[in-house]
Every structure is written in C-alpha cells, then in structure tokens.
C-alpha cells in the first residue's frame, strides 16, 4: 500500500475484467491487504479514454485510489491501468504471467539459498518439491507469514514419516533480494521452523534469484508485484508443487490451502511413484 496526501490513498490491484460500461469496469479481483478481500465490483476509471482499451475476460493490474475517513474508504477509481493478458489478443502486452499447468516441465531456475549457495531447481529432481514465495518482511498475515506458517507445519508433519521426509523438499523463494540476503533469510528460516542458529536447513530452504532472474521466475509462476511507499511490496501468491520428474504436480495461486491437503496430495503422489 502507499499513501498520498491528506486523506488519499493508494494500493495496486490484479484481477480480471467482467464487463466495461462507460467509465465503469466490473473487475473480479484478488485480496488487496489493507484496502478488500478479493470480490467483484465496479470501479470507475480515473481516464475514461482506457475502456475502449478494456474487454471482458482481460487480466489487469492497476492502482486504485480511494479517500479514507473514519467510516471506511470512498470513491475507489482505477488508474495506471495494464492489460497483462487479453481476452481478445489484439496487441502483445508489455509483461506476459504464465499460469503454472501441470504436466508441464518447470524451468530450471538459479536461486542463492540461506546459506550463501547457488542452488538449481534441476537438483531436486528425483523429490517431490513444495515451493512458495514470499519477502520477509511482508506484515499481512493472511499473505507471506501465512504461507511461511504452513510450510513449517508441513515440515513437523513430513518429519514425523522418516520414509516421506526424505522423498520431498521445502523451498521458500524470496522476490526481494536485494533486503533478502543470505542472511536474513537464514535468520527468518530459522525463526519459523523453530531451530533459530540451530537450523540445519536440510530440508527446507529459503532463497531469491538475482535482480535480473527475478522478473523470468515470478512471471512464470504467476507472481505479480508491485512497490509502494518504503519499499512495501503489494503482490499475488503462488505455491506449486513440482513432482520428482521437474514436472508440475498442482499450483494453489492463493491462501485458502491448508497444510492437510498438501501433504495428502504428496503422499498420493510419492506412492503412485
């Protein structure tokens, strides 16, 4: 989220066009921390010359500005507005996401982990991979500090079968690596999985590509991003889990996954081989 002056703030929005009317976009939307959960509502556009731009089914981030008192927030109008992925492809849009399939091969991207060391994707083959994405200093529940508290449940419940813990791997990937060093990472990771200096790390790591790898992975897994004021991140989720093949398994693109669930579907998928 960033503010502005006086009573104006401003938060920045992903979701999907449902119908345009005039000045007015319908928008099925994800969870803005700090300003909605995810619903649908019509906003107005802030340049009402960007509907003729607008198709129902195109993907869109934006920035919404709303004024805020006491009773809440008013007159919510969508500007900056990105069509990352048309309904009707009349033009190719500046950033493409790509929305994780299963089946299909996951690149093999280069990550520097918690202990200063270049790690690959490719070096999990032969596990079953559960990757996440977080920053570390995300201060919304509902958002990283969720996914990071699932994962270390997760981590107790595979240690307590010997035989699944050692065919699976946890893997936490930052998209803030310039404040996600090596070591803050491996202070955060040893903050959550409750080994603090102790943490071995041999089962779950927590890493970030360079600034330059950045845009290829969280464009693939879907990850959108955005910097407001002191450099707080506003951004979408995505887990997947990636079967011993480097092949994608299943993708959950929000928080509403429980712990269970996954470690039930790795357990189907580590028996059936």
């Not at 079968?161 to 893997?171: E, F, M, N, S, V």
């Amino acid at each position: 989220m960033s503010s502005s002056n006086g009573n104006e703030r401003s938060f920045s929005i992903r979701g999907k066009v449902v119908s345009v009317s005039g000045a007015t976009v319908e928008l099925d939307h994800e969870a803005v921390p700090g300003f909605m959960s995810a619903m649908t509502m019509p906003y107005q556009l802030e340049d009402p010359s960007v509907a003729s731009e607008l198709h129902p089914g195109d993907r869109l981030t934006a920035t919404i500005h709303a004024r805020k008192d006491a009773d809440g927030f008013h007159d919510p109008r969508l500007d900056q507005v990105v069509v990352i992925a048309q309904a009707r492809p009349d033009y190719l849009p500046p950033v493409q996401y790509h929305v994780p399939t299963m089946g299909e091969t996951v690149p093999d991207f280069t990550l520097l982990n918690q202990n200063g060391r270049v790690i690959h994707l490719a070096q999990f083959r032969g596990k079953l991979l559960l990757m996440t994405f977080i920053y570390t200093r995300c201060t919304f529940a509902d958002f990283c500090p969720r996914m990071s508290r699932n994962f270390a449940e997760l981590e107790k419940d595979l240690a307590g079968d010997p035989t699944l813990y050692a065919a699976t791997h946890l893997l936490s990937v930052s998209f803030d690596p310039t404040y996600d060093t090596p070591a803050v990472l491996r202070s955060y990771g040893g903050a959550y999985t409750g080994r603090y200096t102790r943490e071995t790390f041999a089962h779950w790591d927590f890493a970030a590509p360079s600034e330059k790898l950045l845009p290829a992975m969280t464009q693939y897994f879907d990850v959108g991003i955005t910097t407001g004021d002191n450099r707080a991140l506003t951004h979408s989720l995505s887990t997947v889990l990636i079967g011993k093949d480097g092949k994608v398994v299943a993708w959950y693109p929000s928080n509403e996954w429980k712990p269970e669930d996954i470690l039930t579907k790795m357990k189907q998928v580590a028996a059936a081989g």
